[in-house]
């Protein structure tokens, strides 16, 4: 993790990192104001929240309450060196809980991060640099230089030159990327968790049997999602960007829809309007790019490849970002790679739908097979030895497809894990889908699992393989566990030799797709100096429905953004005028304003966590429409997820409301007492809101130029040095055509 650290008045300092500021001083005894802690004070707290934090998820896990617990962390100094000290944490427990849970709270504590980092003895490394936001890709993995290469199988490239590769594109964006996070809790199953410093938003993971691998994998994904645009994906890319002289990629075309809305006869192929528009209810209008907002350019387009005639066919940025998320893009060594790796997800995720949805019982491997694979069974016996039943099963469907299945149960909580991959190599099949079994997880995430259900509407319901897609965290039926299997265990093998091994895996994958009927489609981008392809699979490879283009679009933004980037310059008409879109719209008051209009916000701000009801009331007391107003608090102090100090305000407003709306109740009656009980802080708000001198409480005023938007901002840093990288690739381009 980054942190950056600014010099304030005095002895004052500010450290900054991810979406929270710091302050720390100095005692005044020490010169300083004394206004908050010293940093050493914060290193001390630190390991004793951290201890607590431990405790409080060992007892989430059993159902211990931790009212009547009580933690406490007391520093013995040793007097002949001052820097050599014992942390005592003592833990005062009450009388009901078990002495096996006893036991379990204290050896819980022994997990504290702090704790394991101060007793390994971390390293400083301290050096003067020209600049702070330069290259950090060293600190990616210590002593990664080895004179020994290391090859595996789907790597074109040893695992130390594609890692070295990869950090030295990032470095030449302009990309400080870090490693927020390992795992490995169990032998050959190694995960992390990396991410851009400047922005958080902006994030992969990679998993694999070796450090070495998992990192390799996390880098390649971050890769393929800045040539896909995927950490941008739906937000609101800023005026600069919407009116450059291109948008997501040089070669896009932007095409108008037809007089009446229709769709324009240069996008999508006649296959691809069968499939995206079914009942012929799509329009043009549907289309426009959410990231731009550029509704007067028409409808931004991008090149893809037919692959079975070469013909280019246009896609709208709109249908891309609505209906496929991450699925089918992917980078690589060679192109060849990136394709084997694209095809391979695209099977995995289509199939384990085909699973899910249709409550197939698989097969079981046999013994003598997984044994060919100790790596495999070392890292299963791993996770059964911790108390989790491992079931591995060939999900290829007699041979048709590369996928193989890893299932994990949990018999503390009843909940399973069924975790798929692919590959053409079953055993890099059965890794993967090991591997993602346990990416970024801890035995405790485990207790989270959804339990198996015999609802067949349950596990059929689109949401369930969207929650699959995310992080595997869908229902299963309980039928999938059935030892009668619809199929039999095929030992099956869709891999190459040679050379050009995969360039022939490529292929093979490609003729499955064909000999099923399906059109595909391939976009390459090499823009920022590493080969990354995208596939489209129209009708197969979907993760929404086809009726979200119409129904649930992510461009419904656009009727939102700018007049609630602007809410504080909007006169009344205006403001009716927005909140009646937001009833007619129909959507649920509780989606996020920031999911809604593309923004990100501060989480810890009230546009962070503002909601459509919140919104809607806003506008309504700025209105002066105050038994709407009235209606929508009471709302939102029943249904109530937002801060205490916000919920505290609303309090003070229904009471307020409540007095104002009633004939006979005058607020000078009670506003000694409201004060009391609410404070001054909130009763001046809540009166104001009222009186109309106060207007969306909470709410710093911002625009369509997003100023005050650190987050977004950030953001969008990160974009602009894609979109310059593509610009100058583009413009080289054009030079050695005029040569």
């Known amino acids: ?31 300083g104001d004394g206004s908050a802690p010293g940093p050493f004070d914060y290193f001390l707290a630190s390991s004793a929240m951290c201890a607590a934090y431990f405790v409080k998820v060992y007892c989430l896990a059993r159902n211990i309450p931790t009212d009547n617990i009580r933690l406490s962390q007391n520093n013995i100094v040793d007097p002949e060196d001052r820097y050599k000290q014992i942390f005592k944490i003592q833990v005062e427990l009450p009388a ?63 695992l130390e030159e594609t890692i070295a590769n990869m950090s030295g594109l ?33 994030f992969s993971n990679g998993k694999g049997a070796t450090k070495e691998s998992a990192l390799a994998s996390a880098l390649g994904e971050f890769i393929e999602r800045l ?14 960007i919407a009116n450059a002289e291109f948008v997501h990629y ?26 995206y528009d079914p009942e012929n209810e799509l329009l043009g209008t549907h289309l426009y790019d959410t990231n731009s907002g550029n509704i007067e350019r028409g409808i931004c387009s991008l090149p893809y490849v037919r692959q079975s005639d070469g013909e280019v066919v246009y896609f709208p940025t709109n249908l891309i970002e609505n209906l496929y998320l991450s699925n089918g893009m992917s980078a690589g060594n060679t192109l060849a790679e990136a394709q084997v790796q694209c095809l391979s997800e695209i099977f995995e995720r289509a199939v384990k739908r085909e699973i899910i949805e249709g ?56 909940g399973v894990f069924a975790s798929f991959g692919a590959h053409p190599n079953m055993q890099v099949a059965i890794e993967r889908s090991l591997t993602e079994l346990m990416q970024g997880r801890s035995f405790e995430g485990l207790n989270d699992l959804p339990r198996p259900t015999f609802s067949s509407q349950a596990v059929t319901e689109p949401n369930n393989f969207v929650e699959h897609f995310i992080d595997s965290s869908g229902l299963v039926s309980w039928r999938f566990f059935s030892a009668k299997s619809d199929y039999d265990f095929v030992d099956w093998d869709f891999s190459a030799e040679g050379h050009a091994k995969n360039v022939d895996e490529a292929k093979i994958l490609f003729d499955i797709l064909k000999d099923m009927g399906k059109e595909v489609y391939m976009a390459v981008y090499e823009h920022l100096g590493a080969t990354a392809c995208r596939i489209l699979v129209p009708g197969y490879s979907e993760v929404y429905l086809v009726e979200d283009l119409i129904w649930d679009n992510t461009n419904k933004a656009l009727w939102f953004r700018e007049d609630t980037l602007n809410l504080h310059r909007l006169d009344d008409e205006q403001l009716e005028a927005l909140v009646e879109r937001l009833e007619e719209s129909e959507l649920d008051d509780y989606t996020d304003i920031k999911t809604l209009i593309g923004i990100e916000f501060d989480d810890n701000t009230v546009w962070g966590q503002l909601t459509i009801l919140e919104l809607k009331l806003m506008i309504y007391l700025a209105l002066q429409q105050f038994e709407e107003a009235k209606d929508l608090v009471e709302t939102f102090l029943q249904y109530n997820t937002n801060t205490v100090e916000r919920g505290l305000f609303y309090q003070c407003l229904n009471v307020v409301l409540e007095v104002e709306l009633d004939d006979e109740m005058e607020l000078e009656d009670y506003e000694v007492n409201f004060r009391r009980m609410f404070g001054d802080e909130h009763m001046d708000a809540a009166v104001g809101s009222v009186d109309g001198s106060v207007r969306f409480y909470g709410l710093t005023p911002t625009s369509m130029k997003l100023e005050g938007l650190d987050r977004h901002q950030r953001l969008l840093d990160s974009y602009q040095k894609l979109h310059a990288a593509r610009a100058k690739y583009s413009n080289l381009a054009k030079v050695k055509l005029l040569a």
């Open 250 to 275: 040089p070669d896009e075309k932007w095409f108008q829809p037809g007089p009446n809305g229709e769709l324009p006869p240069e996008i999508l192929d006649e296959y691809c309007k069968a499939i």
């Open 96 to 158: 009901d809980i078990s002495e096996k849970d006893r036991q379990g709270i204290l050896r819980s504590i022994d997990r504290c991060t702090v704790k394991k980092v101060i007793q390994t003895g971390p390293d400083f490394v301290i050096e003067e640099v020209e600049s702070i936001d330069a290259d950090a890709q060293a600190l990616l993995m210590p002593n990664l230089a080895s004179e020994h290469l290391t090859h595996i199988t789907g790597k074109d490239l040893p």
């Open 170 to 202: 990032l470095a030449n964006l302009g990309m400080k990327i870090e490693i927020a996070s390992w795992r490995n809790i169990v032998p050959n199953v190694w995960s992390l968790h990396i991410r851009d410093a400047h922005s958080p938003m902006c």
């Open 359 to 414: 409550e197939i019982a698989l097969p079981d491997v046999p013994a003598d097979v997984l044994a060919q694979y100790p790596s495999i069974i070392e890292g299963i016996k791993g996770l059964e030895e911790q108390g989790f039943p491992i079931l591995v099963k060939d999900a290829s469907l007699g041979g048709k497809y590369p996928v193989m299945c890893v299932t994990l149960m949990n018999p503390r909580t009843g």
């Open 227 to 240: 040539n896909c645009n995927l950490f941008y994906n739906d937000q609101f890319w800023g005026e600069e």
């Open 1 to 31: 993790m980054e942190i950056k650290v600014n010099y304030l008045d005095n002895l004052r300092l500010e450290a900054k990192f991810d979406d929270f500021t710091v302050i720390a001083d100095q005692p005044i005894r020490y010169k």
